[in-house]
């Protein structure tokens, strides 16, 4: 009873002194600092940024060029590291020689561009298209509703890769196709979050009291409701960033989404897969890379979701 | 719980018929002209024109989905214009092999993650748990090829002639050629429905060799299942083990926990007869949800292990333009899916008694 005085009290203190107000957005930024995977999560993430903006500088050689008569490399090379006791007359190539002769560390460093951009595309597109249909269904509710719920429930039937798959297969192999597709097949998790969060949130007081103003249905679900229905969009996101990333590098694999001889890392692990026996080092080093970014966003995501969970909040941890 | 049921049962309707027009319009929209794919660049106009006619593709696009739900209904799925054989032949040859993988797969995540995720639990905040939620989160941020290719490569390469060794490649070594258990147990029938259901059976090869006795065939197929089963199953198994932690430490931390200790239940019997029984029914859900990443799982590890299942067939079908596959085994999957994901909701509305009362 006192302990809690005291916290009063000292609450008071703060706002007489005049500090900022304590916001959700605060307290979620200094509980998703508290947790260590989270940290680790945005010190990979922002390790890949870096690479990705500073490819150019970072790669000791373009990842097209074909080193052919250029150097003495043969195709399919094992790593050379001088540190590691490579002879220093040949020249390094920490990760090994592709099946056409290109440095694979390049390669690398070039792809995680566009890693990242796959994954922030796919799922603002899925989040755009799905938070619309989402929130027109939770906030019109009726036949609306039902109809936008079973278009998507159709589609949460079929196996999402499988979906993928067929859907590029419609488009056309291609890097933009195979974003489309896993962008629509990710549609109806985001409609889903947005439908129960505008469920919720349509019957709370302060939207009743908008409406007894008399602001517009439009109004009220672009200002009032959904920007209190963010939270589980933004954990939802970031998971979903990963998934994305994940099953274009699936796509690629297959030879579905990015096309030799784009540095893409599922496109560069699915060209030597016949090769893991011989040249294992062009199967690991891609794979390695997809699973460090996949991992980033996902340890990112499970902070976040801690982080801004309200009840975790309340009881003030 | 039967009006529970029969409601469930119904609101699938809508998202069956769903289902029909999607892998109908899917199949339409592929690009290319089927009669080439199939009869080479070569085939003439007139060829090509009664190949169409004959196959029902001149008939307008309304007729054609009319017709082709009625036959999905009966239970025909049409021919393969590749194979020229009825697409429920080439089922019972590749979907057993997928379904083996399957349970393999989901074998292996249920047996090593629920023990996992309850080690994790009872040792909450210890190196053990440290260490199996990173190994968690590694797993599931997996991909699932690449898993498999370095799996393979460590197996039959690294560990070539240690006891460890596991073949690459194939459900069985060469030379292997067991029997179908109703061929040994002398069964025959008529009835075509019964024969392919056998004949679907028996292709479960791990199946069929414990029901023929054969122990050589039993051990030569589970160690092929094993590297593409731990493949397919690392995503599954992070999140089983996951799951499995967060609905025990929920459940330890239950006041009914701290009356079975009060009683004087041992530590064991707390775990495994009081806590776990009621942290598995989310895992129920996990279980039902990770089928997706089962099946894609699947398609990709197939390719990669040299098994002809159903992923290989659909990839295969998808570039030669074969319609009618790609529509039936779409088909088939989704309403296995649809199917599946009933069984769990209803599961649920027997293992958890509040579900029954909503």
Redesign the interface.
């Known amino acids: 009873m006192s302990e809690q005085t005291t916290q009063v009290a000292k609450l008071d203190a703060e706002k007489v002194r005049g500090d900022k107000p304590v916001t959700l957005w605060r307290t979620a930024w200094r509980r998703l600092f508290k947790r260590k995977?989270a940290i680790v999560g945005m010190v990979i993430l922002g390790f890949l940024v870096l690479v990705a903006i500073f490819a150019n500088v970072l790669a000791p050689y373009s990842p097209y060029d074909v080193l052919i008569g250029v150097e003495n490399v043969k195709m399919r090379q094992s790593p050379c590291i001088h540190l590691l006791g490579c002879p220093a007359d040949q020249p390094q190539h920490i990760m090994g020689i592709d099946g056409n002769v290109r440095d694979e560390f390049s390669r690398l460093i070039f792809g995680s561009r566009y890693s990242l951009m796959i994954g922030f595309t796919t799922v603002s597109f899925a989040i755009v298209i799905g938070t619309t249909l989402g929130a027109l269904a939770g906030y019109l509710g009726g036949w609306v509703d039902n109809v936008i719920m079973?278009?998507m429930?159709?589609v949460l039937?079929?196996?999402?890769?499988?979906l993928a798959?067929?859907?590029v297969?419609?488009l056309?192999p291609g890097i933009q196709n195979a974003l489309l597709a896993i962008g629509i097949v990710s549609i109806p998790s985001y409609a889903r979050v947005i439908r129960s969060a505008v469920l919720t949130t349509k019957q709370m007081e302060f939207v009743e009291a908008s409406r007894s103003l008399g602001a517009s249905p439009m109004y009220i679900l672009f200002s009032r409701i959904l920007p209190n229905s963010l939270t589980p969009l933004i954990v939802t996101g970031t998971l979903g960033i990963?998934t994305a990333i994940?099953d274009a590098?699936?796509l690629s694999?297959?030879g579905l989404g990015a096309q030799p001889p784009m540095p893409e890392w599922?496109t560069m692990?699915?060209a030597e897969?016949n090769q893991?026996?011989t040249a294992?080092h062009l199967?690991?080093y891609?794979?390695?890379a997809?699973?460090?970014t996949?991992?980033a966003f996902?340890?990112l995501g499970?902070g976040m979701r801690d982080a801004l969970d309200p009840r975790l909040a309340q009881r003030g941890e | 719980m039967i009006t529970y049921i029969l409601r469930r049962l119904l609101s699938s309707i809508?998202?069956l018929i769903?289902?029909l027009?999607?892998t109908f319009a899917?199949a339409r929209?592929?690009?290319g002209d089927p009669c080439r794919a199939i009869l080479g660049e070569k085939a003439t106009d007139v060829v090509c024109d009664e190949f169409i006619h004959r196959h029902g593709l001149d008939k307008p696009i309304p007729t054609q989905f009319i017709v082709y739900a009625g036959e999905i209904l009966r239970g025909d799925l049409g021919n393969s214009i590749r194979y020229s054989k009825p697409i429920t032949d080439l089922l019972v040859e590749r979907l057993p092999t997928t379904l083996e993988l399957t349970l393999s797969a989901m074998t292996f995540s249920v047996i090593v993650g629920i023990p996992m995720g309850i080690i994790s639990a009872v040792k909450h905040n210890s190196a053990v748990d440290v260490v199996t939620m990173m190994a968690a989160?590694?797993g599931?941020?997996?991909?699932?090829?690449?898993?498999g290719?370095?799996l393979?490569?460590v197996f039959?390469?690294l560990l070539k002639g240690t006891p460890l060794q596991l073949p690459p490649s194939g459900r069985l070594s060469p030379g292997l050629s067991p029997q179908a258990f109703y061929e040994v147990w002398g069964w025959t029938t008529t009835s075509p429905f019964l024969a392919g259901m056998l004949e679907f059976l028996s292709r479960l090869n791990i199946l069929n060799a414990v029901l023929t006795l054969r122990w050589d065939v039993f051990w030569d197929a589970v160690k092929h299942m094993i590297l593409p089963a731990m493949a397919v199953g690392t995503i599954p198994l992070a999140l089983i083990a996951r799951m499995t932690r967060s609905s025990m430490l929920d459940v330890l931390g239950q006041d009914y926990i701290r009356t079975a200790r009060a009683k004087g239940a041992s530590r064991r019997s707390m775990v495994l007869k009081h806590a776990l029984r009621n942290a598995l029914l989310p895992l129920v859900t996990i279980i039902g949800l990770s089928?997706?990443?089962f099946?894609?799982g699947a398609?990709?590890t197939e390719?990669?292990f040299g098994l002809s299942g159903v992923g290989r067939i659909?990839?295969d079908s998808?570039t030669a333009r074969d319609y009618g596959v790609?529509q039936g085994f779409?088909v088939v999957?989704?309403v296995f899916?649809?199917i599946l994901n009933l069984l769990v909701d209803i599961s649920y509305t027997y293992l958890d008694p509040r579900v029954r009362l909503d």
């Open positions: 995977s079973r278009v429930d159709v039937a079929f196996p999402s890769l499988l798959i067929v859907i297969t419609i056309g990963a994940l590098a699936a694999f297959l599922g692990l699915g897969r893991v026996f294992p199967v690991f891609p794979g390695l997809i699973m460090l996949v991992l996902n340890l499970d | 809508p998202v769903g289902i027009f999607v899917l929209w592929i690009p989160n590694i599931v941020s997996m991909p699932v090829f690449w898993l290719l370095m393979a490569y039959a390469l089928l997706g990443s099946l894609g398609v990709l390719t990669i659909l990839y998808i790609v779409t999957i989704a899916f649809v």
